[in-house]
């Protein structure tokens, strides 16, 4: 099979969040959208003035999301302001970095 090159390439991955309870943990997930970039972009993502590298690199790289319900079971809409929202959060950050640079690299991590 031919690899095609795509100007404007995005990609989906399943992020698995571990939202903190009283009592632990509540496994809950979402779809994110990623933008791919290349490896000149990541670097100047990553060098730039801006102290919180992985904020920056999201506000580039996640560009969607779906399957996020409010506390009462509704749909909420994608929108900029709730990646931006996402993103802020610790526990959501994390898997989202996570498998962003897993799913440019091919690479899966073990159970």
């Known amino acids: ?9 995005t990609f989906k991955r399943k992020i698995d969040v571990k939202v903190p309870t009283d009592t632990g943990f509540k496994a809950e ?3 994110a959208t990623f933008a ?6 990541a670097k100047e993502l990553y060098e730039g003035e801006d ?7 999201l506000d580039r790289v996640f560009v969607g ?5 409010d506390e009462d ?3 909420v809409a994608d929108t900029a302001s709730l990646r931006e ?6 526990y959501v950050a994390l898997p989202l970095i996570t498998e962003f640079w897993k799913g ?5 991590t073990k159970n």
């Not at 099979?1 to 390439?9: G, K």
């Not at 791919?36 to 972009?41: F, K, L, P, Q, V």
């Not at 999301?65 to 319900?69: A, L, N, S, V």
């Open 29 to 31: 997930s979402f779809t």
């Open 51 to 57: 102290t919180n590298k992985d904020r920056v690199l």
């Open 1 to 9: 099979m031919s690899f095609i090159l795509r100007e404007n390439h």
């Open 65 to 69: 999301c779906e399957g996020i319900k």
């Open 104 to 108: 440019l690299s091919g690479q899966k």
């Open 85 to 90: 929202m996402l993103a802020k959060i610790p």
């Open 36 to 41: 791919a970039i290349n490896s000149d972009e």
């Open 73 to 75: 079971d509704n749909d």
